[in-house]
């Protein structure tokens, strides 16, 4: 059988880390998409504030399988 698949890119963020970042956005485009196969993460950023690190941003290129 053979598939086609798509490829959106989406940003996410998190106060608590990289991997949570990851995760909470992962976890939206599941909602939205059907069939979401993997993600290549593109970019990480980060927000300082006060000389720390408070937001964790990153961009993500999401691929789901197309419906037959």
Do not use: P, Y
């Amino acid at each position: 059988m053979n598939h086609v698949a798509k490829v959106i890119e989406i940003t996410s963020s998190s106060a608590k880390s990289i991997e949570d970042a990851i995760e909470t956005g992962i976890q939206r485009a599941d909602k939205s998409l059907d069939n979401v196969e993997g993600a290549w993460v593109q970019d990480i950023k980060c927000v300082v504030k006060n000389g720390k690190v408070s937001e964790w941003r990153v961009n993500m290129k999401v691929t789901f399988l197309l419906k037959e």
